[in-house]
């Protein structure tokens, strides 16, 4: 390779490690072609491109982007794993993860995470991660939780309350029918009962009457009627 070539190596390089704030550092060293070629589909698939490269160009362009967290990890036949912005670290880890099991061959070195440095043990870790989708549903099914259950408590006395209503109106007929005859339904059901009406108090016996000259006068003259008539 020449030096000018080298050089655009590092300067491309280096540009993707400022840009990329995920990506994941692997010893492909045993891994054939074909297994190679597969592991870079399933990168493809989950938004990270996989690439080879010389530790010597790679420690140039970590030192220029200023990512020095890298140079520890440069050791060795080296694959990073450039994670897009829309890219899955979960499943980027997961395929990387499931590819050291089954072949015994890949090793997991370490690498970043939205710019914080992570080692081989956290790469395990993200990779049993469950995916973005589910992580959401479950969060949305603990937010939802209370809501739900507050707009149960909430509504069961109202469901009661149309029972009551529903009942009540079951009870007193419908009332579009002509009312009865009997003069007490008419009366409104709030209606409350008369109430018994208390015994008169006892009154004083009135004084004997007296006869007055006036009433004298009224009995003569009617005796005297009664004998002008016989």
């Given at each position: 390779?020449?030096?000018?070539?080298?050089?655009?190596?590092?300067?491309?390089?280096?540009?993707?490690?400022?840009?990329?704030?995920?990506?994941?550092?692997?010893?492909?060293?045993?891994?054939?072609?074909?297994?190679?070629?597969?592991?870079?589909?399933?990168?493809?698939?989950?938004?990270?491109?996989l690439q080879v490269v010389k530790n010597t160009l790679t420690r140039r362009a970590a030192e220029a982007a200023g990512t020095e967290s890298l140079?520890?990890?440069?050791?060795?036949?080296?694959?990073?794993?450039?994670?897009?912005?829309?890219?899955?670290?979960?499943?980027?880890?997961?395929?990387?993860?499931?590819?050291?099991?089954?072949?015994?061959?890949?090793?997991?070195?370490?690498?970043?995470?939205?710019?914080?440095?992570?080692?081989?043990?956290?790469?395990?870790?993200?990779?049993?991660?469950?995916?973005?989708?589910?992580?959401?549903?479950?969060?949305?099914?603990?937010?939802?939780?209370?809501?739900?259950?507050?707009?149960?408590?909430?509504?069961?006395?109202?469901?009661?309350?149309?029972?009551?209503?529903?009942?009540?109106?079951?009870?007193?007929?419908?009332?579009?029918?002509?009312?009865?005859?009997?003069?007490?339904?008419?009366?409104?059901?709030?209606?409350?009962?008369?109430?018994?009406?208390?015994?008169?108090?006892?009154?004083?016996?009135?004084?004997?009457?007296?006869?007055?000259?006036?009433?004298?006068?009224?009995?003569?003259?009617?005796?005297s009627a009664t004998t002008e008539e016989e």
């Amino acid at each position: 390779m020449q030096r000018t070539e080298k050089e655009q190596v590092v300067t491309d390089l280096a540009e993707q490690l400022r840009s990329t704030e995920s990506l994941i550092v692997a010893d492909y060293r045993g891994l054939t072609n074909a297994q190679l070629q597969e592991l870079r589909a399933k990168l493809r698939g989950s938004g990270a491109r996989l690439q080879v490269v010389k530790n010597t160009l790679t420690r140039r362009a970590a030192e220029a982007a200023g990512t020095e967290s890298l140079l520890a990890l440069l050791e060795g036949p080296t694959a990073i794993a450039f994670i897009e912005t829309d890219g899955d670290p979960v499943a980027v880890a997961k395929a990387l993860a499931d590819t050291a099991r089954d072949t015994k061959v890949l090793s997991l070195r370490g690498g970043l995470l939205a710019g914080s440095s992570m080692d081989a043990a956290d790469i395990e870790a993200l990779a049993k991660l469950p995916a973005p989708e589910i992580v959401k549903s479950q969060l949305v099914g603990v937010i939802i939780a209370p809501v739900t259950q507050l707009v149960g408590l909430l509504a069961a006395p109202l469901r009661d309350l149309v029972g009551l209503i529903d009942a009540r109106i079951e009870q007193l007929g419908d009332p579009t029918e002509a009312p009865a005859s009997d003069p007490a339904a008419d009366a409104p059901a709030t209606d409350a009962p008369e109430a018994e009406a208390a015994p008169a108090a006892p009154t004083a016996e009135a004084p004997p009457e007296t006869t007055t000259d006036t009433d004298q006068a009224d009995s003569a003259e009617a005796g005297s009627a009664t004998t002008e008539e016989e």
